[in-house]
């Protein structure tokens, strides 16, 4: 049977609360559904998660993406109860407070985060991104991992939330695609606490690399010469980079050779030289 579908009449419709008044994070932190929610915006983004397995609570879309909504609902195996919301594109911005890219928008329920060893597994080239706070350069940093090979994205306990619109937006759904999840612990574990963080990433088999402007660092060309068979590229929050104790505790310090009189890249641009240069061979 499939879900019901319905034009919507008015902004404080309360079966529309999922998308009035509501930031990211407190859609995250909603006590009635235990692992949260997120949203996915775009028919493009919907698509990339449906694809992925994630499961829509609702979706709001504007009448010329309906047909389009259904027909991805019905070829991703959703259990036909999906509601489905319609309503001209100036009544969705009245009820979401901006302008719906390409006219959809799904409340989507957040998937449970796998354990960072089951991630890792199998991995070759790893990107961990600490604490960035800029949700567009977590959403570029994604698609550049899987545009350039990167098998896996760890994010740091307080780096900004992959899963948050914009990220997702600007990520165009990779965030879909790369397999990811937030490490317990950076860049050491506490000692009453199980293994975490660097020297947990080091035990799984990986060398991990400090992008960063460190005295010691190598040129980026000499880790491309010689670049381990697994390898964890960690990159630094805006502006501020790398804490010192996450350079001392990884296997070295990497830095992008640069001309110009200039020191470092954004944070995304960064992921993308590097991930490049460091990109396995064999992919």
């Known amino acids: 049977m499939r879900g019901e579908t319905r034009v919507v009449g ?11 008044g509501l930031t ?8 009635e ?21 994630h499961r829509p609570r609702s979706v709001l879309c504007a009448p010329r993406w309906l047909d389009d909504v259904l027909t991805m609902l019905a ?8 509601p489905v919301y319609v309503a001209d594109e100036p009544m969705l911005e009245s009820i979401t407070g ?36 800029d949700h567009t350069n977590v959403g570029a940093a ?25 990220s997702v937006r600007v990520s165009m759904g990779t965030v879909f ?15 009453t606490e199980p293994p975490g963080g660097v020297d947990h990433l080091r035990s799984l088999g990986l060398t991990v690399a400090a992008l960063a402007l460190d005295d010691d660092a190598i040129s980026l060309d000499d880790l491309a010469a010689a670049t381990p068979d697994r390898l964890a590229l960690v ?19 990497v830095r992008i050779p640069m001309s110009g009189g200039v020191d470092s890249l954004n944070v995304a641009s960064a992921v993308a030289v590097a991930a490049w240069a460091t990109r396995y061979q064999g992919w």
């Open 75 to 82: 070829a991703n195996d959703t259990d036909g109860t999906v």
């Open 235 to 253: 990159v630094g929050t805006e502006g501020d980079g790398l804490r010192h104790r996450t350079v001392a505790s990884c296997d070295l310090a």
């Open 33 to 53: 559904i235990p692992a949260g929610l997120y949203m996915a915006e775009s028919s493009t983004v919907l698509g990339r998660a449906l694809s992925a397995g």
């Open 98 to 133: 901006f302008h719906v890219h390409r006219g959809a928008l799904a409340a989507m329920h957040r998937p449970a985060l796998a354990p960072v060893a089951d991630i890792v597994a199998g991995a070759r080239r790893v990107v961990v991104l600490e604490d960035l706070v």
């Open 177 to 191: 695609q790369v397999p990811w999840t937030r490490l317990p612990h950076w860049p050491q574990a506490p000692a």
């Open 24 to 31: 990211d994070v407190a859609l995250r932190t909603r006590t």
């Open 142 to 166: 994604f698609r550049a991992c899987a545009a350039l090979g990167v098998d896996a994205v760890l994010v740091t306990p307080s780096c900004a939330d992959p899963l948050y619109r914009r």
């Open 10 to 20: 008015s902004a404080a419709d309360p079966e529309l609360q999922d998308y009035v």
